[in-house]
């Protein structure tokens, strides 16, 4: 399913997007002339008090059109606001008399509290979250507010060994709460219950099995030798069903 082809009235899948005087074959509404002056609400209206029917006479109705089903899948993505994301971060902090690199591989719920207004909590590590006018913004400041908790864990830390259990101690702090609400996310995408949308509907898939979570912190300080292997770009990805 082509999600930005989707017709905003009826969720009939279009050939092109619905835009550019383009005319949705389900319901006849034409992009660009008649939502100009009239609400996609008031035009789903109308179409649902014609039957709703199928409107064009040039394209076939496809045998299995079920127009019910189109707006079943329109409210569901529109109802899409908990996205679970898993994520990889690699940060070097330098301490007292050590420098220490920490390769985090974590869980976090992205959710769309309204337009413009997103939300990133943790989930693993918990007690972490941000916001932001875009998921973007919201993932940046994410990360820098975790970077702050490390930070202030190696200030707080008398050597490289009370920094190293410091934080593995608050990453492994649960919060059942949202470890609830990410599972429950990843079953509603697992069972087709609703479509992400962009930037998420674009990001890999990958199971929770395939990217446990785990926090590996070492003392970079001490190595004989680096080469370019050792560097580990940030990743998101949505967890998916296995």
Same mark, same amino acid.
């Given at each position: 399913?082509?999600?930005?082809?989707?017709?905003?009235? &009826?969720?009939?899948?279009?050939?092109?997007?619905?835009?550019?005087?383009?005319? &949705?074959? =389900?319901?006849? $509404?034409?992009?660009?002339? !008649? +939502?100009?002056?009239?609400?996609?609400?008031?035009?789903?209206?109308?179409?649902?008090?014609?039957?709703?029917?199928?409107?064009? %006479?040039?394209?076939?109705?496809?045998?299995?059109?079920?127009?019910?089903?189109?707006?079943? $899948?329109? /409210?569901?993505?529109?109802?899409?606001? !908990?996205?679970?994301?898993?994520?990889?971060?690699? +940060?070097?902090?330098?301490?007292?008399?050590?420098?220490?690199?920490?390769?985090?591989?974590?869980?976090?719920?992205?959710? %769309? #509290?309204?337009?413009? /207004?997103?939300?990133?909590?943790?989930?693993? @590590?918990?007690?972490?979250?941000? *916001?932001? =006018? *875009?998921?973007?913004?919201?993932?940046?400041?994410?990360?820098?507010?975790?970077?702050?908790?490390?930070?202030?864990?190696? #200030?707080?830390?008398?050597?490289?060994?009370?920094?190293?259990?410091?934080?593995?101690?608050?990453?492994?702090?649960? +919060?059942?709460?949202?470890? *609830?609400?990410?599972?429950?996310?990843?079953?509603?995408?697992?069972?087709?219950?609703?479509?992400? #949308?962009? @930037?998420?509907?674009?990001? @890999? %898939?990958?199971?929770?099995? =395939?990217? @446990?979570?785990?926090?590996?912190?070492?003392?970079?300080?001490?190595?004989?030798?680096?080469?370019?292997?050792?560097?580990?770009?940030? *990743?998101?990805?949505?967890? $998916?069903?296995?």
């Amino acid at each position: 399913m082509v999600i930005e082809n989707l017709c905003p009235v &009826c969720g009939y899948e279009m050939e092109e997007p619905p835009r550019d005087y383009n005319i &949705c074959p =389900s319901c006849g $509404t034409e992009f660009g002339v !008649h +939502d100009v002056n009239a609400s996609i609400s008031e035009l789903r209206a109308a179409w649902m008090q014609s039957g709703p029917r199928w409107w064009s %006479k040039t394209d076939t109705q496809p045998d299995n059109w079920n127009p019910l089903a189109q707006l079943a $899948t329109l /409210d569901a993505r529109k109802s899409m606001a !908990h996205y679970p994301l898993m994520f990889t971060l690699w +940060d070097a902090v330098s301490g007292n008399a050590f420098l220490a690199g920490v390769t985090l591989t974590g869980r976090a719920l992205m959710v %769309k #509290e309204s337009e413009n /207004d997103w939300w990133i909590y943790g989930v693993r @590590p918990a007690a972490i979250a941000e *916001t932001g =006018s *875009t998921p973007e913004e919201a993932c940046l400041r994410f990360h820098n507010r975790y970077k702050k908790v490390l930070f202030d864990i190696s #200030e707080e830390s008398s050597d490289y060994e009370v920094f190293k259990k410091s934080v593995e101690d608050f990453y492994f702090q649960p +919060d059942v709460e949202e470890e *609830t609400r990410w599972e429950d996310a990843r079953k509603a995408l697992r069972g087709a219950e609703v479509i992400p #949308e962009k @930037p998420f509907s674009e990001l @890999p %898939k990958e199971s929770p099995e =395939s990217r @446990p979570p785990q926090i590996a912190v070492a003392r970079l300080d001490k190595l004989k030798r680096f080469q370019s292997s050792d560097n580990v770009p940030d *990743t998101f990805v949505m967890a $998916t069903a296995a």
